[in-house]
């Protein structure tokens, strides 16, 4: 892919804390690579962090992939909630343990509000697990005129750690 003016940039972050995580996580971005008329343009550090909710669950492991698309933001949603499928995600509880979890953060500056979407993701800016990551594959990327990485330096309270390969 080439000729990159008519895709768009979105941010997509990824979790999982049952079924071997970063299992889930390794078979998720190949799938994330393999999207319709995308291309997976950068990978983020795993990282594990606390559940956000219960506590009673695992640790997470997280990453946050740059895909560039020519998928809609609804048409990448689908793909998303398609690849969850396959790993049998199942929703017992809200912010409940999950096989994977996979959350369209950013999509190429859009901001929207529908009932199946919310552009930019409402809690990104609150989620050190997904402004770490993201602070390190796009760095310079505005979130309401501010940085990823000074975003996730203010939530040092939120315990995150960087995996090995």
């Known amino acids: 892919m080439t000729d990159h ?21 390794a078979r998720a971005m190949a799938a994330l690579a393999a999207l319709p008329v995308s291309e997976c343009v950068a990978v983020s550090s795993l990282y594990a962090s606390a559940p956000v909710g ?11 992939v740059a895909v560039r698309t020519r998928l809609s ?18 929703r017992h509880r809200h912010w409940g343990p999950r096989t994977l979890d996979l959350d369209l953060l950013w999509y190429a500056g859009l901001n929207c509000r529908s009932p199946r979407l919310t552009l930019p993701h409402p809690e990104m800016t609150h989620r050190r697990f997904v402004l770490e990551p993201l602070a390190e594959i796009a760095p310079t990327l505005s979130l309401d005129g501010e940085l990823p990485g000074c975003l996730a330096n203010r939530l040092e309270d939120q315990t995150l750690q ?3 390969a």
């Open 5 to 25: 003016r008519h895709f768009a940039l979105a941010y997509i972050g990824l979790g999982s804390n049952l079924a071997s995580p970063r299992d889930q996580l």
């Open 54 to 64: 219960p506590q009673d669950q695992p640790d997470f492991v997280n990453a946050v």
């Open 73 to 90: 933001p609804l048409a990448l949603l689908d793909q998303l909630q398609a690849i969850e499928q396959r790993h049998r995600r199942v």
């Open 162 to 164: 960087r995996l090995s």
